[in-house]
């Protein structure tokens, strides 16, 4: 009966071990950037720009396969 519960506490010691290194293994969480929708905005009226520029490329090549 002794050498059972010897067993568990020798289990809850490496148990805790593990657990404590892990979590100190792990990387700090990154900050997130806060963009503004002026920010937003603009990235999306520059992706559409180019997608009308691509856009315009294809039609003046038709022979071009899609």
């Known amino acids: ?14 148990t805790s071990l593990l657990l404590g290194l ?6 700090a969480p990154k ?11 603009g990235h999306a009226d520059k992706a ?4 009308k520029m691509e856009e315009q490329g294809r039609s003046a090549d038709p022979a071009m396969p899609r």
């Open 31 to 41: 900050s997130t950037s806060t963009m503004t929708p002026e920010q937003v905005r």
């Open 1 to 14: 009966m002794r050498n059972q519960f010897r067993m568990m506490g020798a289990g809850m010691v490496m």
């Open 22 to 27: 892990g979590g100190c293994a792990s990387e």
């Open 48 to 51: 559409f720009e180019k997608l």
